[in-house]
């Protein structure tokens, strides 16, 4: 891990230790993800809409959503939404780009993607284009705060500890999404954040994610 930025480590966890004593608190939780992600699609309907329109005028050339094959609780696959912030091509164009990843580990992002359309970058920035997730909170493929859905070809390459990170459900926001400083944090520091979440999770650290969240996205620190 660099420079000790981040204080938690990559370690074995106890899985009946930290799953099986959350009846009460997996029950809640989810009567809160349907609560709250229902209310939150009816009010973001207007921005949504305006969104979706705004991308296909931006790039006619395909659908203003997009849809990936993510992993899920105990790496079962799911369909996760989003708005589109790349060009249609992105997928084809990925391979020409890998030598310039700037993550370490399986995750790929660079600073400035060629394949990021202009309304694309700022939804990025404000987290619009994560809204349509709200949908796979309403129907239990995410929740409000998790780890973040990884690909079926990152999860591949996950060791033994990376993999603990399939305990639980995805969410939309999580400990690595509020760092200040997110896109300098390696990918080791990365899953042991999620490993720290899943290790800590309550009801109070899960408000506690949400509110940093909104901080975060009125700071602009979106990737």
């Excluded at 997928?91 to 990021?116: S, T, V, Y």
């Excluded at 990170?165 to 954040?193: H, K, S």
Aim: hydrophobic share 40%; net charge positive.
């Amino acid at each position: 891990m660099s420079d000790n930025k981040i204080n938690c480590e990559l370690k074995k966890l106890d899985r009946d230790k930290v799953l099986k004593n959350k009846r009460l608190y997996w029950f809640v939780r989810r009567l809160q993800d349907i609560f709250f992600s229902g209310i939150a699609l009816i009010v973001l309907s207007p921005v949504m809409i305006i969104t979706a329109i705004v991308v296909f005028l931006d790039d006619p050339h395909g659908s203003p959503f997009f849809s990936q094959v993510r992993c899920g609780r105990d790496n079962k696959p799911f369909k996760m939404y989003k708005f589109r912030s790349m060009y249609c091509d992105a997928e084809a164009r990925l391979g020409d780009l890998l030598e310039d990843n700037e993550m370490d580990g399986p995750a790929f992002k660079i600073k400035d993607d060629p394949r990021i359309t202009r309304v694309g970058r700022f939804i990025r920035k404000t987290s619009i284009d994560e809204l349509p997730q709200l949908w796979n909170i309403f129907r239990g493929d995410m929740s409000i705060v998790g780890p973040r859905p990884a690909l079926p070809r990152e999860v591949e390459q996950y060791n033994e500890l990376q993999m603990q990170r399939m305990y639980v459900q995805p969410g939309l926001t999580c400990y690595w999404q509020i760092q200040p400083n997110r896109n300098d944090v390696t990918f080791d520091e990365w899953m042991a954040l999620d490993l720290k979440y899943i290790e800590e999770r309550s009801f109070i650290v899960d408000w506690k994610i949400i509110f940093l969240t909104f901080k975060a996205v009125f700071g602009r620190h979106g990737s």
